[in-house]
């Protein structure tokens, strides 16, 4: 998920520098490769929590579904207002692009919101494993 998240920042520069057909096509595959990596997390961490009975460890997990659910809403938002941007009904391109490039500014919280969780859930887990 990490290199998800450097794609997000470069998505970013390609859309400061006009190319919205390029960031349209990046965020796709973004989209994509987000929905697979998200998944392979959460289902590993859901094994790892799976009959503990520990709750911090639970409510942790239970978050980190939450922040992925929002950053796949994001996620799918900016690809919709990339779309718009091309279709011009964001109206004029300057325009359009401050919208999107605020769009890829929330996506990019989110990714941070989520791998933070992680690290967390990682580091409660580690810590029950050493009990």
């Known amino acids: 998920m990490h290199a998800q998240r450097i794609a997000v920042d470069n998505i970013a520069n390609v859309i400061q520098d ?6 349209g096509f990046k965020v796709m595959q973004l989209n ?32 980190c579904q939450k922040k992925f659910v929002v950053l796949l809403d994001l ?22 692009q401050i919208k999107s490039s605020k769009v890829v500014d929330e996506t990019k919280s989110a990714y941070d919101d989520f791998l933070m969780d992680v690290k967390t859930l990682e580091k409660e887990l580690e810590v029950l494993r050493g009990m």
């Open 18 to 23: 006009g190319k919205i057909e390029e960031a």
């Open 75 to 96: 996620c799918d938002e900016c690809g919709d207002a990339l779309q718009n941007t091309l279709k011009g009904k964001l109206g004029a391109t300057a325009a359009a």
């Open 32 to 63: 994509a490769q987000t929905r697979t990596a998200g998944k392979i997390i959460l289902d590993y961490y859901q094994q790892q929590i799976s009959g503990r009975g520990d709750n911090i460890i639970l409510l942790r997990f239970l978050s």
